[in-house]
Structures are given as C-alpha cells and as structure tokens.
C-alpha cells in the first residue's frame, strides 16, 4: 500500500513565561493512500498541534518543530521553506479547521469564498471556476446552489456552514484531507450527516483523510484505523477492529468505557483525574496517575512499543513478558 504521510518521531514545544509546553512528544504514523484515520483523545492531548505541524502552522515563536520527520508522498515538510508550503497548504493538503465560526469571512459570499482557492492556485477562467465551485457545492449536498452562491454565511444553518467549510477543501483536489473535530459544533443528527458526507467524499474523490476527535463514538462509522493520543504521545493504534475489540492500554479501555456504545453492556464510566501537565510530563507513562493496572515500573520508565499484529501496536509495561509473568504469579499465589 502506498503511504502517502509518514510522520516520524515528531516534537513540538512551545515557549511560554511559564516554561516550555512539551505538546508533541515522539509521534510515529503513517496513513496509506485512500484511507481514513482517526487520532482520537482527550482534549489537550496534542491532537490539534500535530495537524497544524503538518500544515506547517506551528507559529514560531513561541511554537518550534524541535525534532522529526513529516513525509508527504517522501518529501519531508519540516524542510521546506514557507513560500513552498504555501503552495501545498490548501492545494495537495488542505484542513478542516476546529473553530467553523472563524473558517468562513461574514462579509465575502459563499461563492467568492469558494472560488477564491481555486483562482490563486489554479489557472481557471472566472466561467470554469464558477462550474467547478456549483460542482463542488452539488457534491456536498447544497440544494439550489446557483442561489445559494450569492448568499452571505449568516443564511446558512450550521451544519450547511461546515458542508461549505468541506468544499472550500476540497475544491483544488487535495491528495490529504485534515479534519481537526469537524463536527464537534454541531448537533448529533447533523454531525452523523456531516460523517456520512465524509465517506461520500472519499468514495467519489479518493481523498486520504486524517480526522481528528476526542470522542471515539464520532470514528466508529468512518475510520479505518485509529491513533489513540494521550499527552502528546501516541499511546495505541490499531485498525477500528483491533481497537474497538482488543484494545489493549488501560486509556484506550477507558476511553471505550465512556462513551455510549450500542453493544455497551456496563454503565458509561469517564475516566478518573485529568491529563499530566505538558510543561514537566512524568518520566514514565504519561497514564500511570490515572492507570487502575501501574506497577512500580510505569511512572519511571516510558514502556517500549509492543507489536500485536502488522497494525496494531501499543507502549503498555503490561505487554512486558516480564511484568506478564509477575502478574501470572500474583494471580496464583
Ligand atoms: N500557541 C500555544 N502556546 C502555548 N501552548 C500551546 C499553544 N498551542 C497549543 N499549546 C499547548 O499544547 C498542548 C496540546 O494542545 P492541542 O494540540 O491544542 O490539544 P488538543 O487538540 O488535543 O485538544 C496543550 O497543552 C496546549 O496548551
Ligand atoms: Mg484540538
């Protein structure tokens, strides 16, 4: 399978009068060509500051890419300068920002705002922009779009914003799609609508997708695989099977048990205490204060990665042999 990112070893900081935020802290994943993925965690977890280090919106200062790969199609981002990655960003990779008030300009039209893309990076007579643009809004579900160009945000409800928000995304054919909570907002009828349109889009464009939440129920549906974060670590991933059915960190289990599931037999149970801070994170596993299965060994040294499968990988001691053992000899004696 052709992989189309690899991100490899990945760090982040940002410097700040309290200290230094240590945001992403050695993050590996690939994502093949075609495929969605899914980065799921809490919120603070790094998930936003990983996908802007791919766009190449870390703002320095106070943000720095202090160590890493990002390789899109081979070529690693962190190299380029920011007159190149201005020519990627929003045409080879576009992103589906958290925030859907600040993603559209009240005062520009849904069409101006659509074409604009596509006349900067893409030599388009003003007739040709136009079809592409009531094309790209048929493909996401916008009834009478020669109308509805004309039109300013404030006249569209909010889910048919963010359905606005995707074409203007998706209008230069990007290879990566990058959705930072896109349907976080919105309510649950439209946010199962604004899924749905995702794999739409995947199926008619063959776009690559990486989309990012901290609510696990959201990537049931749509992800192939999924990344489980926790302070700014990437702590599981596995295909949706694997994580889903064999989940194998304590906080990949948690975070199962607190959110409602159709097949849920037990009550939901949220996850006791909060997140490590980032400006000193503990030495060993960012999840041994919240972790009802540590052992002596969690909090001083950070677990080594175990494979289970070709897909599925976890930095868990309990994946030790070694602590395997001593607890198969708690369990007899
Ligand atoms: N501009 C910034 N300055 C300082 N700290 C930041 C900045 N942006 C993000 N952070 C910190 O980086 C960490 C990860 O944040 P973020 O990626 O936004 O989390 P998530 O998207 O998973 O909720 C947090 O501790 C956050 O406070
Ligand atoms: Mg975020």
Redesign the pocket.
């Known amino acids: 399978m052709e992989k189309i990112l690899e991100v490899k070893d990945l760090h982040?900081t940002?410097?700040?009068y309290g200290g230094t935020?240590q945001?992403?802290r050695g993050v590996d994943f690939h994502l093949n060509k075609g495929e969605t993925l899914a980065i799921v965690?809490?919120?603070?977890?790094?998930?936003?500051?990983?996908?802007?280090a791919i766009m190449g919106l870390?703002?320095n200062p106070?943000?720095k890419i202090s160590g890493g790969k990002i390789l899109f199609k081979g070529k690693d981002l962190t190299k380029l300068q920011e007159k190149k990655m201005r020519s990627i960003r929003g045409v080879d990779i576009s992103m589906i920002f958290?925030d859907p008030m600040t993603a559209l300009n009240p005062t520009l039209t849904i069409g101006t705002q659509l074409m604009e893309g596509l006349k900067q990076h893409r030599k388009v007579s003003d007739k040709e922009a136009k079809k592409r643009a009531l094309e790209m809004m048929d493909l996401v579900g916008i009834p009478n779009p020669e109308e509805r160009m004309k039109q300013y945000p404030h006249q569209f409800s909010g889910g048919m914003r963010q359905r606005i928000v995707i074409a203007i995304a998706l209008i230069c054919e990007p290879e990566l799609l990058i959705a930072?909570?896109p349907t976080t907002a919105l309510d649950v009828t439209i946010q199962a609508q604004i899924l749905e349109l995702f794999e739409k889009i995947q199926e008619v464009t063959g776009v690559s997708i990486i989309l990012?939440t901290?609510d696990l129920g959201v990537v049931a549906k749509i992800a192939d695989r999924i990344a489980v974060?926790y302070a700014?670590k990437i702590i599981e991933t596995g295909t949706k099977r694997e994580i889903f059915y064999k989940p194998q960190h304590p906080y990949t289990r948690g975070l199962l048990n607190s959110v409602p599931r159709l097949d849920a037999k037990g009550k939901l149970k949220p996850i006791d205490g909060t997140p490590p801070?980032?400006f000193s994170p503990p030495k060993g596993c960012p999840f041994t204060a919240r972790c009802p299965m540590a052992m002596e060994v969690c909090n001083k040294i950070y677990p080594g990665s175990t494979t289970l499968s070709d897909s599925h990988s976890v930095d868990c001691w309990l994946q030790d042999e070694r602590a395997k053992q001593l607890l198969a000899t708690m369990v007899t004696n």
């Open positions: 982040v940002f410097t700040t935020v945001a992403v965690g809490e919120s603070g977890c790094g998930k936003s500051v990983t996908s802007n870390i703002p106070p943000g958290q930072d909570e990012i901290h974060m700014g801070d980032l």
